[in-house]
């Protein structure tokens, strides 16, 4: 029954079935195949997968971003960043990691982060002389970032499916998303010094000065979403909505946001928030099937001396996370796989927050990597750049940034720091 399970959730996959229906149909599949349960669960574990209060997070964090998008802050944070670092070797790459890092905390989305930032930095990096290569690559990996620095929806989704703290998901995000920004500059940085590219002019302190007066708006909103939810004055949920109204403030005060932008933002979100949501209704199937019949303690038995070492277990983790990334997109694979691999590393005793994180960073990578690299195909579009010319470009950033995730793999105290304190 569970082999019949397995294999029709993979023909369904490989039928190019969307992710949603096909854990829902495979989990059908196998009720009707158990000798003990009916399809009357189906309704009531679909109910019971998206009857979650943090869920309501989702849809006011995508439409925040999506405000964000529309309102012009983007433009700004570029100007900021350019005044900043911009004189420095690959100081344009460096712009858009840092800008990447900023705009991750606002909008909370990997691809969002590409389109909105990519716009504008792409044809003027292109333009100073950076390769299509480097210059696509540097924007998809950047990116990554908004899966990784809080708020992030793949975040709050490990957070419901693991039963742990959004709050801390968000505090454990912090220093991980800061270590692999510094990897990404540090490479940009030798990429650009060993092929000369364009520096622009040190800015004046009043050029710095007025560029961070504009940006202020900006650079306020994850203090006061962040700042509100670790200071206790609201939850998670409570600050995704406080995040929407701000987005509305900051989108008039720079004039930018029309009405036309901001019917076209509610549609948008309404379509990506119920997308989302039909994964998560499904994936709760889908967990209940596979808690109930023990497969976390099958699979656990199998790899019973992987778990008994967790460096060892780390390292097969990392890596089959890794091709996973690359075949899934990450909200889904996080629905799925949290139910059967986080067993297995609370019992190689590793801590769920940390491992949540270890699960985050590499379907980050997975947004890089081919064949359903959401970010490459992004930045691609936006360049002009085949995806076999990118595919080949990204190769150092997936390296590095694969790097960082062992180092932050084998270092928990870069996830879990809060907690002794």
Do not use: C
């Not at 420095?88 to 705009?103: D, H, N, P, Q, W």
């Not at 650009?192 to 800015?203: A, C, D, R, Y």
């Not at 940390?354 to 947004?367: D, K, R, S, T, Y």
Request: aromatic share 10%; no cysteine.
């Amino acid at each position: 029954m569970i082999i019949l399970f397995f294999l029709s959730l993979v023909v369904l996959l490989f039928l190019s079935v969307p992710v949603a229906f096909a854990l829902g149909l495979s989990s059908v599949f196998g009720i009707l195949l158990h000798p003990s349960l009916d399809l009357a669960v189906v309704p009531q574990r679909v109910l019971i997968a998206v009857n979650s209060f943090p869920l309501m997070a989702i849809p006011f964090f995508i439409l925040a971003g999506g405000l964000m998008q529309s309102s012009g802050i983007a433009k700004r944070l570029v100007n900021f960043a350019m005044t900043l670092v911009g004189h420095l070797t690959g100081g344009l790459a460096v712009v858009a990691i840092i800008t990447a890092m900023f705009f991750a905390a606002i909008s909370g989305s990997g691809t969002a982060t590409v389109i909105t930032i990519g716009t504008i930095l792409i044809p003027t990096m292109i333009a100073k002389g950076y390769p299509k290569g480097f210059t696509s690559s540097t924007l998809a990996a950047s990116g990554a970032l908004g899966i990784i620095i809080p708020p992030s929806i793949p975040l709050i989704l490990y957070g419901i499916s693991a039963q742990v703290s959004v709050s801390d998901m968000f505090l454990a995000g912090i220093i991980p998303g800061t270590i692999i920004t510094s990897f990404l500059i540090i490479l940009s940085y030798f990429y650009s010094k060993k092929n000369k590219l364009f520096k622009s002019e040190k800015s004046s302190f009043k050029d710095i000065l007025k560029a961070f007066v504009e940006a202020i708006p900006a650079l306020i909103m994850p203090v006061i979403v962040l700042g509100g939810i670790y200071s206790g004055i609201f939850t998670p949920t409570e600050a995704s909505v406080i995040a929407v109204v701000y987005a509305l403030l900051a989108g008039f005060i720079y004039r930018e946001l029309s009405i036309a932008n901001i019917i076209k933002t509610l549609i948008d979100s309404s379509v990506t928030t119920s997308i989302i949501m039909v994964i998560i209704a499904t994936s709760g199937l889908f967990s209940f099937f596979i808690q109930i019949n023990y497969i976390p303690d099958l699979i656990a038995d199998l790899l019973s001396n992987v778990t008994g070492n967790p460096y060892v277990f780390l390292i097969v983790i990392n890596l089959i996370l890794l091709v996973v990334g690359m075949f899934m997109e990450g909200s889904a694979a996080i629905l799925i796989l949290t139910p059967l691999l986080l067993p297995l590393a609370v019992t190689a005793g590793i801590d769920p927050i940390h491992f949540g994180i270890i699960m985050v960073v590499n379907l980050a990578i997975g947004l890089i990597t081919p064949p359903v690299g959401l970010n490459l195909f992004a930045s691609a579009q936006i360049s002009g750049i085949s995806i076999k010319d990118i595919s080949i470009s990204i190769i150092p950033f997936v390296v590095v940034m694969f790097i960082a995730t062992l180092l932050i793999s084998f270092m928990p105290i870069f996830s879990i720091w809060f907690k002794f304190f």
